[in-house]
């Protein structure tokens, strides 16, 4: 009878093993926007490094397309990150810029810091000759 009492606590153990083994096994696609600018659609694809982002240094590559998936290579690219206050914890609002610079094939990749794990809203700047668009993402950062 004492073997019958254990099981459900095992049963639990396994579970508990079993979500924490997917949960980290788990990656994350990266995000993807569309954008219209100058006449034409751009696809704007956000991926992080470490996925998901932690607190502390982080690599970003934004990729950018046209519709027909030729690479955008004449722009100039940034991403800021931004958490807004928690007054109730007593939290102003936090920023992080990362400049990004063309790497190849419309990649552009650059490194910054995040303050601290949340949720952070990021607002990828693309400048070009015309006016600059903007795309907006939300990552979880850990």
Known sequence: MAALGRRPQLATAFVGVLMLATACSRT????????????????????????????????????????????VTDVAVSA??????????????????????????GIYAGRGALEMAGTWNVNVSIKRSDAPDTVRFTVNAR
């Open 80 to 105: 800021d990150f931004y958490m807004p206050a928690m007054p109730s914890m007593n939290m102003p609002e936090m920023h992080s810029h990362f400049v990004l610079k063309h790497r190849e094939n």
């Open 28 to 71: 994350s696609e990266p995000q993807v926007r569309t954008l219209e600018s100058g006449g034409e659609t751009l696809t704007v694809t956000l991926a992080t490094s470490p996925e998901p982002p932690r607190s502390g240094e982080n690599a970003i590559e934004i990729s950018i397309r046209k519709a027909d998936g030729t690479p």
